[in-house]
């Protein structure tokens, strides 16, 4: 499984941003989901993770954040709105599962996508 992000760039305070994480590869499923980022000197956190009980959100990312998955395009995306400059940070997509018929699990980490919001 290989994951490829995208949609990361430079907005101003109060734009939206949509990131997306596509995987590759075939015969494999994956539960949780989840994005996290980190910022300059600080260890990556968690803002928002999808499970089969539903989605949960940092409180920085309540009511502003949007996670999804669509699972014939093996997509995750993090839709984002209101974005203010405090949110600026490296963006990683996160995915854990197995592979079918297998007793191994994974856990897999996208490339990273950069997202600055100016004042």
């Known amino acids: 499984v290989q994951l490829q992000a995208s949609g990361g760039g430079l907005v101003q305070a109060g734009a939206s941003l949509t990131l997306s994480c596509t995987a590759s590869?075939?015969?494999?499923?994956?539960?949780?989901i989840g994005w996290y980022r980190q910022f300059p000197g600080k260890e990556r956190e968690l803002v928002a993770s999808?499970?089969?009980?539903?989605?949960t959100y940092a409180d920085s990312a309540r009511d502003r954040f949007l996670i999804s998955r669509d699972d014939v395009k093996k997509t995750l995306d993090l839709q984002m709105s209101s974005l203010t400059p405090e949110d600026t940070a490296v963006y990683y997509c996160?995915?854990?599962?197995?592979?079918?018929?297998?007793?191994?699990?994974?856990?897999?980490w996208g490339q990273g996508t950069q997202v600055t919001v100016s004042s």
């Open positions: 996160n995915v854990r599962g197995g592979y079918i018929g297998s007793a191994l699990r994974f856990d897999y």
């Open positions: 590869g075939s015969g494999f499923y994956v539960n949780p």
């Open positions: 999808l499970t089969g009980g539903g989605p």
